[in-house]
Structure formats: C-alpha cells, structure tokens
C-alpha cells in the first residue's frame, strides 16, 4: 500500500514538474518573441538613422547610394555573404562606406546584420 501512495506521489509530482517546465518555456518563448519583436522595430530605425541615406529604406540603394554604385542589400550577392563579413563590414567601412565600429555598439551591429537579412527575405 505504501509503495502505491509514494508511486502516486511521484506521478503527480512529476505531472505538475512538467506543467511547470511547459509553461516556463511557453512563457519564455512569449518573453523572446516579443523581444524580437523589439529588436525588429528598433534594428529598422536604426537602418533609418544611420544607413537609408545611402542604402534606401528597402535595401535597394537611395539616389545618393545609387550614384556611389552601392549593391542592393536585398542582392543575393549581398544575402549570402556570411554575418561575419557583414559585421566586418559595418564595423570598418568599405569603399565609401564609413566605419561605424565607434559610434555603435556590437549589439547595434548584430541588430542590422540581422535587418539586412530581414531585407532579403523582403524582396
């Protein structure tokens, strides 16, 4: 009889742990979608402020952008360069493009290598 009760008990304890991990990962999937969701609306402004001039709001090149022979972000030439190259990238400058591995954070780089990607997917 007493095997029964401690094997109940565990059944339920075990039952209400697995609800708890359920939630807790339901809860935390809510928590980094919304995140990203965050992220998404501020990586976009951060295109805006910093890189649109030169790069169009869409990926595909501004006038100025455009006369200084800029690729299209949305490009699969430009989609299938590794995140790395990208940050590279964004961080030192290339051709006319300036460096901005001084007036941005790491985070701000990842968050529009990430944008670029999301440019790409767009077209």
């Known amino acids: 009889m007493r095997l029964n009760k401690t094997r109940?008990?565990?059944?339920?304890?075990?039952?209400?742990?697995?609800?708890?991990a359920v939630a807790a990962?339901?809860?935390t999937g809510s928590i980094l979608r919304a995140e990203g969701a965050h992220d998404s609306a501020a990586s976009a402004t951060l295109f805006r402020s910093k890189c649109a001039m030169c790069h169009g709001a869409d990926g595909a090149g501004s006038e100025v952008g455009k006369s200084l022979n800029i690729p299209d972000l949305r490009s699969p030439a430009v989609q299938k360069l590794p995140d790395a190259e990208l940050v590279e990238i964004i961080s030192n400058g290339k051709g006319g493009m300036p460096s901005f591995k001084n007036s941005l954070s790491a985070d701000q780089i990842h968050a529009l290598v990430m944008h670029v990607r999301s440019l790409g997917r767009k077209k």
Do not use: Y
Not at 8 to 20: E, K, M, Q
């Open 8 to 20: 109940n008990s565990v059944v339920r304890t075990s039952a209400i742990l697995g609800a708890l």
């Open 25 to 27: 990962l339901a809860l």
